[in-house]
């Protein structure tokens, strides 16, 4: 139990918190702001750095991930700073992946050179249309042309190289998507994310949705066509889904986010962010206070994670279950026994492979391509009443 980490590796999230401006479909810890203390900011991930070394000391880092908000805003020299203190304190895997998000506006693409040389090995890339009409709708700040121009000067110094699309859009047709699609493959460096567009609570959208606009969302058969054409389009690209919304050439995987389906531990630094550590024979969940404003003062104190608590050994077996099942490779059902305590239901396994749910060779489960358009439905007749 102590040990099942290291079957998922270790990794570290640091969260930027700002943007230059919210997207009307994002529910993320994100906050428009003209007057950040860059110099506050890069001591506060620092000191953040050197606390949770002190818990991990030992360990061998596997990935660190700069998500927001919008980190290509922060300036490259935070950027060197903050990677030149991980590089004091953890062991780094030989395969050490370092990924920063970045939305495709000009201000970012001229940092580029300056992540390149800070250590930043892999860019993810918000782009999430190629029409300017539908990047309005979106709430987009850039527009298709400068989208792709930042690809390419993004190309120019990373060898990996992803970028976000949303589908399912206002007015969007079959046709439209599966034109769109194949020009992104035909950009596609070795990862694509492809997210169907979801209303959340909360977002200017949800009320928007919820006050009767919003109109010409697709229906569900159109996304459900939309979600097949991308699985068809990606596989005859040689981009495969290897995630739920993710596709990837071979050895193209985002090795970050293989860390949180895996059921690996990760540290979560910065305002709002998540993490999973193993301590003292114990897995805690851990969560950082949220607003800006209240975790950069805490930070002066080590103070910034609410209280910490633990997962007990069941719902360590369900969180595996949850994110091992999103990704083609499936779970290892020994591996959840160990977690659970209790061997999956046998009979509910053998029903969801005979309804082509789920494929199984009795050492692991994985959920098929039809199985992951219900996943929700799948994971919840295979976990424990």
Excluded at 52 to 67: D, H, K, M, P
Excluded at 101 to 119: D, L, Q
Excluded at 289 to 317: C, M, V
Aim: charged residues 25%; proline residues 4%.
């Amino acid at each position: 139990m102590t040990e099942d980490w290291r079957l998922g590796g270790f990794g570290l999230y640091l969260h930027w918190p700002f943007c230059a401006a919210k997207c009307p479909y994002c529910d993320f810890n994100s906050h428009v702001s003209n007057d950040v203390d860059h110099a506050a900011w890069r001591d506060a991930f620092l000191r953040e750095i050197d606390r949770y070394a002190e818990l991990t000391q030992g360990r061998v880092l596997n990935s660190v991930f700069f998500g927001g908000g919008t980190p290509s805003l922060m300036p490259p020299e935070t950027v060197h700073a903050i990677l030149d203190r991980v590089r004091q304190h953890w062991t780094l895997a030989n395969d050490l992946e370092i990924t920063l998000e970045a939305n495709p506006g000009s201000v970012e693409a001229g940092r580029f050179a300056g992540y390149a040389s800070a250590g930043v090995d892999r860019i993810s890339m918000g782009i999430q249309a190629l029409n300017d009409t539908d990047l309005r709708r979106l709430g987009r700040i850039h527009t298709a042309s400068e989208a792709r121009a930042a690809f390419d000067v993004a190309r120019a110094q990373f060898d990996r190289v992803s970028f976000d699309l949303i589908y399912a859009r206002q007015d969007q047709t079959l046709a439209d998507w599966r034109s769109e699609l194949s020009q992104a493959l035909a950009m596609a460096v070795d990862h694509l994310s492809l997210y169907q567009l979801t209303i959340e609570p909360g977002t200017a959208f949800g009320a928007r949705f919820d006050a009767g606009g919003l109109k010409g969302l697709p229906t569900d058969d159109l996304a459900v066509d939309m979600f097949e054409a991308t699985q068809e389009l990606c596989e005859a690209a040689g981009m495969p889904a290897y995630e739920v919304s993710n596709h990837a050439a071979k050895g193209g995987e985002s090795r970050h986010n293989m860390i949180y389906w895996r059921h690996g531990d990760y540290i979560g630094i910065g305002p709002g962010a998540h993490g999973r550590l193993t301590l003292d024979d114990t897995r805690w969940a851990t969560e950082a206070y949220a607003h800006p404003a209240a975790w950069l003062p805490r930070s002066d104190n080590g103070l910034t994670e609410k209280p910490r608590f633990a997962i007990a050994p069941k719902d360590q077996a369900g969180e595996y279950l949850m994110m091992g099942l999103r990704i083609e490779g499936g779970i290892d059902l020994k591996r959840y026994r160990d977690l659970a305590g209790a061997e999956l239901n046998a009979t509910k396994i053998e029903d969801l492979a005979a309804l082509g749910m789920i494929r199984t060779d009795g050492v692991t489960i994985a959920a098929t391509p039809k199985g992951r358009m219900v996943l929700n439905a799948v994971i919840t007749e295979l976990l424990p009443d």
